[in-house]
């Protein structure tokens, strides 16, 4: 592989500090982002050679994504670019014209998105879509028959069969969709593909398979990519060359491997450190660091009391579609038990039954030695309370955090004066009062919503997905809360993830869920080391795969 | 996972089923409807021979006369029975005022009122949808701006005033158009309907206005439009993938207004003289003309009701998730 200029030193702020290799594919320089307020992004250089894959990494609001709608010319009104792409067939200068971009998106630069499940339009078929950019594309009108088979051909590329075609999106499971949606970004043969967190939605076992697909597909067709993640162990093994970017600089360039080894910036060390894949392999620190793995002990003696609910046998169908077939679970009191599966596993819907959202079709579950009838009716909201996945929904936008926590405290029937302690609980400044939820970063509204949780001081609380829509440093901080909030309160955590690196941060004891059935179950630390079912095995090894071998 | 040609032939299935409970469920309600359309013979004010007598001299033959017709010594469910039989075979009694059988006085206004709702649909529909989705594509130009003008006017002028306005402007200084009448059949009659229906229209097209541009505004922030530009897609195919999509919620709202429209057309077909169902309903009511009333009431809520159910079939036509939740239960 040519080694391109970029070196392992910061860049310079100027974005003069790295020549341009004359072998590149694409050679950006001087790329600036203005925004209503300023420039959000500092100049910076970068260049691609044929077939290699360039990492941009950052957190939220690091202004990754930006330089990745820059590129592609779809930045959002009030943001304009400055600076120079340069592309084998083309030179394209910044700000650029629509006309300029009409001949390039597409054709020369794609943009993969996110979300697999939004990405595509929900009411037209997969074939049509794919079959809509060939169709941008091709300079002729193309027969019917054609058509179908540059389709046929786009999707044998991505490892899908011809009929998916004729698929809705939402007939399709999350790796199929963005296998379909890179079917579509693909199918006009651009020189430089943008991957904007192409798998973060993605479950574990399918975020590797579509990088993996992804490199495949650049190296066969010679094409550049510029993958942006704010997952550095996701990048391990697959980009030559990685950025790391905060606050819109670039902190540190360099090859993968010796910025992952011997990272030179503290930022990509916090980064490293912060990144539960990353770390956990490293003996346990982080566990012992974070009070879990001292909390764990407790817990072991505390569940000799007496398991404080106890699922049994649980059964749900929707319509003639089981999603689960007779599951059991147990949590001990003061016990964390973790719930690891994919999306459609039904780990969500089995902690809906246990928390009585959803109506079980058969089976019992006790809390505390007493059976509760399914619904939410049986139950009381001092026995359990649910923390959800998005806490930019499950907070109303339009009133204040204080209020929010003041009606939960009402429930409880606890006095508005409790606010204070309840905010300095979850380690939010007791000034956040009075500010809503749009004020508030991601994590800092998982805490509110945690906290909201509490306010009716619950034996059990379920966390459904809370840590996924969280960048992975602040992942680990609301992580850091919960362990702590179970030592001081004697909680015990119903703990729903599809992240098995998340699970072994802070379980005692974990369940895997199947299609709906319990395939393997034990102490957290057993499983994940010494899986036993093929299917373990295969996600444990799917997590180690993104982990340095240290 | 993908479907399966099996899989595609009992969602077919399913979906059959369910189009079956959708009209079950339109006929039930209808015959709830029909229990109340018949009591508004016994609940309007006055006692009912008189109200059914009219101005005729009460002669206690003509009384008699009456009580055979209406069946009133029958029982009441033997009464609303007698009554559901005849409507159904299309007998609704005779009208007092204009003294000819109900479904001939309605048959002969219904083509009018029919042809002035359909063309005012119409013409709010082929200049709304497209001005809102340019007006949301464009969002803060001049066309937006005048969309948004046009429609805060259409919305808040009244129907009549409108009329007014439309018939000093366009049939008195200008005579392009004729003052009142239906015409004479044919593009005669479009001709007369023309002025009525853009009145209608503008009420109409200022809610399909403000419901597009809504839906194509939100429509146009979804990551499938995005992704649509980044892979070149052309603006004019984006747009049309973002109204395939903002179609569910404009497909309700122009229902709903359509149902509106049902009502409102009293006004127009009032201002400008048009003999159609809106002024029968009028005439009718003032004149305690019980049978017509009942039959229009009756029809209205047919309408309603069907257009109602065509909504719920639009939704399953335009939109292949439902489609599934539908043929999962």
Not at chain 1, 229 to 256: F, Y
Not at chain 1, 365 to 374: P, Q, T, Y
Not at chain 2, 26 to 38: D, E, W
Not at chain 2, 156 to 164: K, N
């Amino acid at each position: 592989m040519t080694e391109t200029s970029m070196t392992n030193v910061p860049a310079s702020g100027d974005g003069l500090g790295s020549g341009i290799d004359s072998t590149a594919q694409v050679a950006v320089t001087g790329l600036t982002i203005d925004g209503p307020a300023g420039v959000v992004v500092a100049p910076f250089d970068f260049s691609i050679a044929p077939g290699e894959t360039l990492a941009l990494i950052g957190e939220s609001g690091s202004g990754k994504t930006l330089s990745a709608k820059a590129i592609a010319g779809l930045l959002p009104a009030g943001f304009t670019a400055r600076g120079t792409i340069e592309l084998a067939s083309a030179t394209i200068e910044l700000p650029a014209t629509d006309a300029v971009w009409r001949a390039t998106r597409g054709r020369r630069i794609s943009l993969l998105l996110q979300d697999p499940f939004t990405s595509l339009s929900p009411v037209h078929r997969c074939g049509t879509q794919i079959g809509m950019t060939i169709d941008a594309a091709s300079a002729t009108r193309l027969s019917r028959e054609e058509r179908t088979a540059r389709i046929t051909q786009s999707l044998a590329e991505v490892n899908l069969p011809a009929d998916v075609a004729r698929a809705y999106p939402h007939e399709l499971s999350g790796g199929m969709r963005q296998r379909v949606a890179i079917a579509a970004a693909l199918a006009t043969d651009p020189e430089l593909l943008i991957a904007d967190e192409p798998t973060t939605a993605l479950d574990a076992s399918n975020q590797g398979e579509i990088l993996d697909l992804l490199r495949g597909l650049q190296e066969k067709r010679g094409m550049a990519a510029l993958l942006i993640s704010h997952d550095l162990g996701m990048v391990r093994g697959r980009a030559e060359h990685v950025l790391v970017m905060r606050h819109g600089e670039i902190v540190e360039r360099g090859v993968t491997s010796s910025v992952l080894n011997a990272p030179s910036h503290p930022y990509t060390r916090a980064l490293i450190e912060a990144d539960p894949s990353l770390t956990d392999r490293s003996a346990g620190v982080v566990r012992m660091a974070s009070g879990v793995g001292m909390t764990a002990a407790v817990a072991d003696a505390d569940s000799a009391i007496g398991d404080l609910v106890t699922a049994t046998d649980i059964t749900k169908s929707f319509g003639d579609k089981t999603v689960l077939h007779g599951v059991s679970v147990t949590v001990g009191r003061g016990e964390t038990v973790g719930i690891v599966g994919e999306s459609g596993s039904g780990k969500t819907t089995i902690a809906r039954c246990i928390a009585g959202l959803e109506h079980e079709t058969s089976g019992v579950i006790e809390f505390d030695g007493v059976a509760l009838a399914a619904g939410r009716a049986s139950r009381t909201p001092k026995q359990m309370q649910i923390v959800f996945q998005d806490p930019y929904s499950s907070l109303n936008p339009m009133i204040s955090v204080g209020r929010s926590l003041k009606l939960a405290l009402r429930v409880a029937g606890r006095p508005a004066s409790d606010l204070n302690g309840l905010l300095q609980l979850v380690e939010l400044p007791t000034d956040f009062a009075s500010k809503r939820p749009a004020e508030l970063s991601g994590g800092q509204r998982q805490r509110v919503a945690i906290a909201r949780a509490l306010a009716v001081q619950p034996e059990l609380l379920i966390c459904d997905e809370s840590v996924s829509a969280l960048d992975v440093s602040v992942q680990k901080q609301i992580l850091d809360l919960l362990a702590k909030l179970r030592v001081e309160l004697g909680l015990s955590i119903l703990f729903i993830s599809h992240d098995l690196a998340v699970v072994r941060q802070l379980a005692d004891r974990v369940y895997v869920l199947r299609y709906g059935e319990v395939v393997e179950s034990g102490q957290c630390h057993d499983v994940l080391n010494a899986p036993t079912h093929p299917y373990t095995q295969a996600l444990v090894a799917a997590s180690i795969h993104e982990a340095p071998t240290h | 996972m993908t479907t399966t040609p099996i899989a595609r032939a009992s969602q077919a299935r399913s979906l059959g089923r369910m189009l079956v409970v959708r009209v079950l469920g339109t006929i039930g309600i209808l015959l709830v409807l029909s229990i109340i359309v018949f009591s508004m013979l016994h609940l309007a004010p006055g006692d009912i021979v008189k109200n059914l007598l009219g101005n005729r001299a009460s002669s206690p033959e003509a009384i008699a006369a009456i009580r055979a017709q209406y069946n009133l010594d029958q029982p009441l469910y033997m009464q609303y029975l007698i009554w559901l039989g005849n409507t159904l075979t299309g007998d609704f009694g005779q009208s007092i005022r204009l003294q000819d059988s109900v479904s001939n006085v309605i048959g002969s206004r219904l083509g009018i009122t029919a042809a002035l709702s359909g063309l005012a649909f119409l013409l709010a529909v082929i200049v709304a949808v497209p001005l809102g989705v340019q007006s949301a594509v464009r969002s803060g130009s001049w066309i937006d701006r005048f969309a948004t003008g046009f429609g805060i006017v259409g919305l808040s002028a009244p129907t009549f005033a409108v009329g007014l306005l439309l018939l000093y402007t366009f049939a008195f200084y200008l005579p392009i158009f004729p003052v009142y009448g239906s015409g004479d059949g044919g593009l005669d009659t479009l001709w007369h309907l023309i002025l009525p229906a853009i009145t209608l229209a503008l009420g109409l097209g200022a809610i399909i206005l403000k419901l597009t541009r809504t839906a194509m505004l939100r429509e146009l922030e979804s990551d499938y439009v995005t992704f649509g530009r980044a892979r070149g897609l052309p603006d004019r195919q984006v747009h049309l993938i973002a109204l395939r999509n903002a179609a569910i919620p404009i497909v309700t709202g122009a229902s709903l207004v359509l149902t509106f429209l049902v009502g409102g057309t009293v006004l127009a077909e009032t201002t400008f003289a048009l003999p159609g169902l809106g002024t029968l309903l009028q005439g009718s009511v003032l004149f305690k003309d019980i049978a017509v009333v009942q039959a229009l009431t009756l029809l209205v809520a047919v309408t309603i009701a069907i257009i109602a159910l065509l909504a719920d079939l639009a939704y399953i036509f335009l939109d292949p998730r439902i489609r599934a939740k539908e043929s999962a239960q």
